[in-house]
């Protein structure tokens, strides 16, 4: 084989190996920005769940000791009802 040939054969090889880390660089973003996607919409449905605990414990404390004995429960179950309420809802 000729100088020329073994110099010919190392550039295919050493453009096919760098062809091959790059398919495997790029594979490997794909799914790291997949997985930062999924990430993100998780944390969004946390938030939004948050959220709608925070809005029912407002709305809870809004209502009145008359309104709460009208509904049999405790003025001291808002909390814990907010959050019941609300899991039970959520999205994840």
Known sequence: MSTVTKQNDFKLKTTNVV??????????????SNRMVKLFKRWRRMVVARRAQRDAYFELSKMSDHE?????????NISNIATTRCDRRRPF
């Open 68 to 76: 709460f004995d009208d509904l049999g429960v405790s003025r001291t």
């Open 19 to 32: 062809t091959e880390l790059e398919a495997a660089i790029a594979a490997a973003l794909h799914h790291n």
